[in-house]
């Protein structure tokens, strides 16, 4: 990939920063999920026969600390030592109801992710009965990674060391921006003397794969600012880093203060210079010897640091989804889950299913969604998509790929073909390309 930095505005997010969604996390668009689907997910569970697709687990912990300004996802800051109790058992009954369907029998994870809200927010005890638990139900020692997300502030030497012993291969600490003020600013519970901190415990328990979180255009993010954030991830040296550009979703507390004073644009940075900060940010990493391999990531070492929860879910893995609001896809169904912390415990104590919305796609919507996702990596094989699908890429989407090649963003010799950086940085904007007519401007979300 080139070390372009144009900054050229697209018409998908202009310049300023708007409310709403425009990173593209999966195909169909979510607005074309649906009730009518639901029971193709029961059918599929009760096929005479086990799916073949590599198997992965998302696990949903839904409590914080605090809600931070810019949070989109589904957490609770209100709960206490019951209603946990009550929610990890609810998830156990959920994941007992999915380990004994025949499409899941014999089936080992190959990846497993424990996303939030904040998993660190439980206790080393509670994670390890927990895992405990898991692991009873659907053993994972075939698991090649699990993925755990980390609030720095929730994390002691003794729940890191627990954290290792049941298995996570790959710990993601969630620092944002290494500015006390910025984090107060969005509100971040932790601050940035806890992130040094559980670094080292993360290094000091041998895990394999720590990864770092920072967040381009948070409130009152500066030039300054973001280049001592890059500095001092430098000076850290995680295997991973993970830059993502702001946006700002209709319910993040920043949206409502948006409708309060009746304002368009968002308090944050603009499209250019959220690019413009990544760009520098990439820059930056590769001159410490880091590789860039994603729209949003860059690692010390590409050929030993992997994230396989992202490479297997866009390759077209099944992923059972655990908890409240969470996303799976099984055999070419997409399905969520229940939004609400409430509906979800009840319904699965009442022995009901707690599937909210799901889409049975068709061959081509999974091809579609499989190529527009590896766009994200920037780079896409050509012959990975005649093999696996049948189709020629150059023609289906000849007029496109060359327009892309004659604007400079696209480079086709050899059997990958790469993006330019500046079209990297912008991927998500020109995806919707490739959809079908019926999910062009469509709502994302």
């Not at 026969?49 to 912990?61: D, E, F, N, R």
Request: hydrophobic share 35%; net charge negative; with cysteine.
């Amino acid at each position: 990939m080139s070390d372009s930095t144009s900054n050229s505005p697209d018409q998908k997010t202009g310049e300023e920063t708007k409310a709403g969604n425009y990173f593209i996390a999966n195909y169909p668009p979510f607005s074309f999920w649906n009730e009518k689907d639901l029971p193709c997910v029961e059918s599929l569970l009760n096929s005479p026969s086990p799916g073949k697709a590599p198997l992965g687990l998302y696990y949903h912990i839904p409590f914080c600390r605090k809600r931070c300004h810019f949070c989109y996802f589904r957490v609770y800051t209100d709960k206490n030592s019951a209603d946990v109790r009550r929610y990890l058992d609810a998830t156990m009954k959920e994941f007992e109801a999915y380990a004994n369907s025949p499409y899941l029998a014999g089936r080992k994870p190959k990846f497993v992710y424990f996303g939030g809200g904040t998993p660190s927010y439980l206790s080393a005890q509670q994670l390890t009965e927990l895992t405990d638990r898991m692991k009873a139900i659907l053993p994972w020692d075939e698991a090649e990674e699990v993925t755990f997300e980390c609030e720095p502030g929730t994390l002691t030497e003794k729940k890191v060391q627990a954290i290792r012993d049941f298995g996570v291969t790959r710990l993601s600490l969630g620092i944002e921006n290494f500015s006390d003020h910025v984090l107060e600013t969005n509100g971040r519970a932790h601050r940035s003397g806890e992130v040094f901190r559980a670094f080292q415990w993360a290094k000091d328990a041998g895990i394999e794969n720590i990864n770092v979180d920072l967040i381009a255009g948070m409130l009152e993010e500066t030039d300054e600012n973001w280049s001592e954030c890059i500095e001092r991830v430098v000076e850290l040296a995680p295997d991973c880093v993970t830059i993502y550009q702001m946006e700002v979703p209709y319910n993040t507390t920043i949206y409502q203060t948006m409708k309060e004073e009746g304002k368009l644009s968002a308090p944050v940075a603009d499209w250019p210079t959220k690019r413009r900060w990544v760009t520098e940010a990439f820059s930056r990493l590769e001159s410490a010897g880091y590789s860039v391999t994603s729209t949003c990531t860059a690692v010390k070492n590409p050929q030993r640091t992997k994230f396989l929860y992202r490479d297997q879910l866009w390759g077209g893995a099944d992923m059972i989804a655990l908890g409240v609001a969470s996303f799976g896809h099984l055999g070419g169904i997409h399905y969520q889950n229940l939004t609400h912390f409430e509906d979800y415990c009840s319904t699965i104590e009442g022995g009901e299913s707690v599937l909210r919305r799901a889409l049975l796609t068709t061959e081509d919507e999974r091809f579609i969604r499989e190529f527009i996702l590896q766009w994200k990596l920037g780079k896409i094989r050509p012959r990975y998509f005649l093999e696996k699908f049948g189709i020629s890429l150059q023609e289906r989407y000849g007029e496109i790929l060359k327009d892309w090649k004659e604007q400079g963003i696209l480079n086709m010799e050899g059997e990958e073909w790469t993006l330019s950086r500046e079209a990297l940085l912008r991927v998500d904007s020109l995806l919707d390309q490739f959809f079908l007519p019926q999910h062009q401007d469509a709502r994302y979300v």
